[in-house]
């Protein structure tokens, strides 16, 4: 392991964070969902006893026959960035890691007992070198945070709904879990952005790998402050009837889309909360024991106020107009989905079809 002074990251000195906790950079929605899991008394215990159903023993002879560990003689260049992303995290023990073949861009962390991180040589071959240490650091914040547990189960039930999809409604109570945890997980990969931050420290390497995500190997033909504005042309355009695609078309992915997780975490790079982080001041594991899962559901539900306050989503804007009290609620339905036009416009449309 490299030592304080940071020697041994490759191309500049890092700051480590010694004792963090996942807390630190978890997304409010992610960590009031994960402290009230690890709240609940014996819930650890139950995971441990579905070991056997869950197909973790198999997933790992699957990749140790069938993929490539990544040590010392094989990938050494990704084995130094599992290294110190571990070091700046301070994760206790290094993962196993492995790469497997898949021209699709691709990485996860999962495993029950013990967390595995996997990416494919769709991944390897598409990013350079500090965009794959953001991507390693997010796969080895998952693994802090402790999610590679619930991303295993997502998988299971993932395959189980393929295979009960014949039985009625046999799918449609998989399927509920499934949806519930994929909301989960959408959330916990904006943490683990956050944390592929800590680890690489270079904002603009973190968003330029979620832009060739989206874009492939093209990055002269591509800009990261364009691609940003996608974001806020996604998140502001249209009216509610786009409100309403967009979420039908996250519900079925267990990613933000690329341009929301650019977004997002060029907001966070850009707070006060990440500027502390770097200085030194951040939540130590040594407190997690004491974490209130009010404090936390509170934060979220803060977080959640804040996001309806700010956005410029047309839904979020209704949102606003009910929780105000603002009156004419078919009027503000009309002018949602007819893309703001003027009630004036409204009334002649009315006129006419009379």
Same mark, same amino acid.
């Not at 944390?195 to 790998?209: E, F, K, N, T």
């Given at each position: 392991?490299?030592?304080?002074?940071?020697?041994?990251?490759?191309?500049?000195?890092?700051?480590?964070?010694?004792?963090?906790?996942?807390?630190?950079?978890?997304?409010?929605?992610?960590?009031?969902?994960?402290?009230?899991?690890?709240?609940?008394?014996?819930?650890?215990? /139950?995971?441990? @006893? +579905? !070991? %056997?159903?869950?197909?973790? #023993?198999?997933?790992? $002879?699957?990749?140790?026959?069938?993929?490539? =560990?990544?040590?010392?003689?094989?990938?050494?260049?990704?084995?130094?960035?599992?290294?110190?992303?571990?070091?700046?995290?301070?994760?206790?023990?290094?993962?196993?890691?492995?790469?497997?073949?898949?021209?699709?861009?691709?990485?996860?962390?999962?495993?029950?007992?013990?967390?595995?991180?996997?990416?494919?040589?769709?991944?390897?071959?598409?990013?350079?070198?500090?965009?794959?240490?953001?991507?390693?650091?997010?796969? /080895?914040?998952? @693994? +802090? !945070? %402790?999610?590679?547990?619930? #991303?295993?189960?997502? $998988?299971?039930?993932?395959?189980?709904?393929? =295979?009960?999809?014949?039985?009625?409604?046999?799918?449609?109570?998989?399927?509920?879990?499934?949806?519930?945890?994929?909301?989960?997980?959408?959330?916990?990969?904006?943490?683990?952005?956050?944390?592929?931050?800590?680890?690489?420290?270079?904002?603009?390497?973190?968003?330029?790998?979620?832009?060739?995500?989206?874009?492939?190997?093209?990055?002269?033909?591509?800009?990261?402050?364009?691609?940003?504005?996608?974001?806020?042309?996604?998140?502001?355009?249209?009216?509610?009837?786009?409100?309403?695609?967009?979420?039908?078309?996250?519900?079925?992915?267990?990613?933000?889309?690329?341009?929301?997780?650019?977004?997002?975490?060029?907001?966070?790079?850009?707070?006060?909360?990440?500027?502390?982080?770097?200085?030194?001041?951040?939540?130590?594991?040594?407190?997690?024991?004491?974490?209130?899962?009010?404090?936390?559901?509170?934060?979220?539900?803060?977080?959640?106020?804040?996001?309806?306050?700010?956005?410029?989503?047309?839904?979020?804007?209704?949102?606003?107009?009910?929780?105000?009290?603002?009156?004419?609620?078919?009027?503000?339905?009309?002018?949602?989905?007819?893309?703001?036009?003027?009630?004036?416009?409204?009334?002649?449309?009315?006129?006419?079809?009379?």
């Amino acid at each position: 392991m490299p030592n304080d002074s940071g020697a041994g990251v490759p191309g500049r000195d890092r700051t480590r964070f010694p004792g963090i906790s996942s807390r630190a950079y978890e997304h409010p929605a992610d960590r009031s969902a994960l402290v009230a899991l690890r709240k609940l008394t014996g819930f650890d215990t /139950v995971l441990k @006893a +579905l !070991s %056997g159903l869950l197909p973790e #023993r198999s997933l790992r $002879l699957l990749f140790l026959s069938d993929s490539v =560990r990544v040590g010392d003689q094989q990938f050494p260049h990704l084995n130094d960035m599992l290294r110190d992303a571990c070091y700046i995290l301070d994760l206790p023990k290094v993962p196993p890691m492995y790469v497997t073949q898949d021209p699709r861009p691709t990485a996860m962390c999962i495993g029950l007992d013990e967390p595995i991180v996997v990416v494919s040589t769709g991944l390897v071959e598409l990013l350079d070198a500090e965009e794959m240490r953001a991507v390693v650091g997010h796969e /080895v914040g998952h @693994a +802090l !945070s %402790g999610h590679a547990v619930y #991303r295993t189960i997502l $998988l299971f039930l993932t395959n189980l709904a393929l =295979r009960v999809a014949w039985i009625p409604l046999g799918n449609v109570a998989v399927m509920a879990i499934v949806t519930a945890l994929r909301e989960w997980f959408r959330k916990s990969e904006l943490s683990a952005d956050r944390a592929g931050l800590l680890v690489g420290q270079d904002p603009h390497a973190s968003m330029r790998g979620l832009m060739k995500l989206a874009g492939g190997n093209h990055l002269h033909e591509m800009n990261v402050d364009a691609f940003l504005a996608q974001a806020e042309e996604y998140e502001a355009g249209g009216d509610l009837r786009d409100s309403v695609l967009k979420i039908m078309n996250v519900l079925p992915r267990s990613h933000p889309f690329t341009t929301v997780r650019a977004a997002e975490l060029k907001k966070w790079a850009g707070s006060r909360e990440y500027q502390r982080i770097m200085d030194g001041h951040y939540p130590r594991r040594t407190d997690d024991d004491g974490t209130s899962v009010y404090d936390s559901f509170r934060e979220s539900a803060n977080h959640y106020a804040e996001s309806v306050r700010t956005s410029k989503d047309p839904l979020m804007g209704l949102l606003r107009d009910l929780s105000s009290g603002a009156g004419d609620l078919g009027g503000k339905l009309w002018d949602r989905f007819s893309g703001g036009r003027p009630g004036g416009d409204r009334e002649g449309r009315e006129d006419d079809r009379a």
